[in-house]
Nanobody, 122 residues
Framework: EVRLVESGGGLVQSGGSLRLSCVAS????????IGWFRQAPGKEREAVSF????????YYSDSAKARFTISSDNAKSTVHLEMESLKPEDTAVYYC???????????????WGQGIQVTVSS
């Protein structure tokens, strides 16, 4: 059974930090691109950051660059997203997802987690 289990969300003040984690199971971790989308109320789901655990390549959206850092722990099949200097506009449900393709398009992702809430207060 394929599973992506997110943790680490919550409520933080503007300027604060959070660390999201995604533990994967049921598929070959290193073969996939794994990372994060987010969706705020009334908005479309948007790509945030991705990593290829097999090769280390990373992708960051413009909003994530310079503030977020993605990493993988291949021994634990886990991807982390360190988020710093958080802003109220980062408030959203964050979803972990995995794709066999090198892509940032949501429809091309094969597996999804349940999502975790991140709320940044002003």
């Amino acid at each position: 059974e394929v599973r992506l289990v997110e943790s680490g969300g919550g409520l933080v003040q503007s300027g604060g930090s959070l660390r999201l984690s995604c533990v994967a199971s049921g598929f070959t971790f290193e073969r996939y691109v794994i990372g994060w989308f987010r969706q705020a109320p009334g908005k479309e789901r948007e790509a945030v950051s991705f990593i290829s655990p097999g090769g280390g390549a990373t992708y960051y959206s413009d909003s994530a660059k310079a503030r977020f850092t993605i990493s993988s722990d291949n021994a634990k099949s886990t991807v982390h997203l360190e988020m710093e200097s958080l802003k109220p506009e980062d408030t959203a449900v964050y979803y972990c997802a995995a794709s066999l393709e090198r892509t940032a398009v949501a429809s091309e992702f094969d597996y999804w987690g349940q999502g975790i809430q991140v709320t940044v207060s002003s």
